[in-house]
C-alpha cells in the first residue's frame, strides 16, 4: 500500500469533493485551490509519470478536463478564463507522486489575491454544482 493522497481518494480511504468518476478517471476539487473551482482530473490506475500513462489514459484524461473547463464556465464560480496544467516530474514542480491535471478557473487579476482553504461543506457544494453542470452539458452534445 502506497502513502499516495490520491491513490486514497481513489480507494475512498479519504474524503474528496467529486466532480465527476468514470472507470479510468476520477476528477475532484483541489483541498488547496488557486481559485474557487479548481479541479484536479487523476487517472483511477496509479502513474508516477506522463510517460507511463497509457495513450488511451491520457485521452481521457483531456476529454475530462476538457468537459470540466466547459462546465466550470455555467457554474456559479467565477471563471472568465481556464488553466490547465500538468507538472511532469518534480523538476517540473510535481508534489503528488501520480499523475494529475489542474483545471483552474481564472479570472482577471486573481494572481494576486491569497489562497483561501475551504471546508469540506463548502467543496462539496461547490462539486455538486459543477457536476450538475458537467451532467447537463454532457447530456447536450
Ligand atoms: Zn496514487
Do not use: K, M, W, Y
Not at 16 to 45: I, K, M, Q
Not at 87 to 95: H, K, L, P, V
Request: proline fraction near 6%; charged fraction near 20%; aromatic fraction near 2%.
Amino acid at each position: 500500500v502506497s502513502g499516495c493522497t490520491f491513490c486514497a481518494i481513489v480507494a475512498s480511504r479519504l474524503p474528496a469533493s467529486l466532480v465527476h468518476e468514470d472507470p479510468v478517471v476520477l476528477a475532484f476539487l483541489d483541498v488547496h485551490p488557486r481559485n474557487p473551482g479548481h479541479t484536479l482530473v487523476v487517472p483511477v490506475e496509479r502513474h508516477v509519470s506522463l510517460s507511463d500513462l497509457p495513450e488511451a489514459t491520457a485521452a481521457q484524461l483531456f476529454v475530462v478536463a476538457h468537459r470540466i473547463a466547459r462546465a466550470l464556465r455555467g457554474s456559479s464560480v467565477r471563471c472568465e478564463a481556464v488553466s490547465l496544467g500538468l507538472a511532469d516530474g518534480a523538476a517540473a514542480g510535481q508534489e503528488v507522486s501520480h499523475v494529475h491535471l489542474h483545471v483552474r478557473p481564472r479570472f482577471a487579476g486573481d494572481a494576486r489575491r491569497a489562497p483561501r482553504v475551504p471546508s469540506r461543506a463548502e467543496l462539496d457544494e461547490l462539486a455538486l454544482d459543477i457536476r450538475t453542470r458537467l451532467q447537463a452539458t454532457a447530456s447536450a452534445d
